[in-house]
């Protein structure tokens, strides 16, 4: 069975310092991996996908995720706030067999001026 | 904008009560999937169809209801709504529908039950 788990709630930095949002996964077979962002009152964005081809993925607005099977995480990364990336942040499995998405329960990001 | 678009963006309604959601995946796009975002459950998989056939089932309820036209949008039925099926719906398509493809997320339907 495949399952996340986003180890912040919320997450609050300073513009222009870096941010690290947590995620650790469990899957039986070879995940892949995604972070979608939901911006207040807006659908879900993807900005990041693991697909097994390199584990330090690079996604959209200055972010990136590593892979790292020994630690069974996905940490979503990027080194400067910008009071835009303000939103929620879930952290998204899927395994060989199953079509359906499984998400975490999201992290708030806050980013204090 | 992800090319899902799903109307209406709010639903107010009672409970006891029937409504429709719909959606129309990404041009090319041959599967849809259909979620909940609630406070207490946060996101849920409901339902997808491929190219107008159901093919996997999560946590909908038997008072739910989904199906995929020719035309491949999709819609979804709320049927004997209670105050707990408040919540933010999502539609995403994906192209073959596959595992682990990449899912693209409409902007969803807000229902309210009163």
């Known amino acids: 069975a495949q399952s996340v788990t986003q180890l912040d709630s919320h997450v609050s930095v300073s513009e222009g310092t870096p941010v690290l949002l947590r995620c650790n996964y469990s899957s039986s077979y070879s995940p892949s991996l995604f972070w979608y962002v939901q911006h207040p009152n807006k659908g879900l964005q993807l900005l990041l996908k693991y697909t097994s081809a390199a584990t330090l993925v690079k996604g959209i607005n200055g972010f990136e995720a590593e892979f790292k099977k020994s630690e069974t995480s996905f940490h979503l990364t990027k080194p400067s706030a910008h009071m835009s990336d303000a939103a929620e942040y879930f952290c998204v499995v899927s395994e060989v067999g199953n079509e359906k998405l499984t998400f975490g329960t999201g992290t708030r990001l806050t980013i204090i001026p | 904008d992800s090319g899902v678009t799903q109307t209406p963006k709010h639903l107010i309604t009672a409970t006891g009560q029937r409504v429709t959601l719909r959606c129309s995946p990404r041009?090319?796009?041959?599967?849809v999937y259909w979620y909940q975002q609630s406070l207490d459950q946060g996101l849920q998989f409901l339902i997808q169809y491929y190219n107008g056939e159901e093919r996997a089932k999560g946590n909908i309820l038997e008072r739910f209801s989904a199906q995929q036209f020719p035309d491949l949008h999709s819609e979804l039925n709320l049927s004997s709504l209670e105050l707990g099926d408040s919540a933010l719906y999502f539609c995403a398509s994906s192209p073959r529908g596959i595992d682990q493809e990449t899912q693209y997320f409409g902007p969803g339907t807000r229902l309210l039950v009163l």
């Open positions: 041009s090319g796009d041959l599967s």
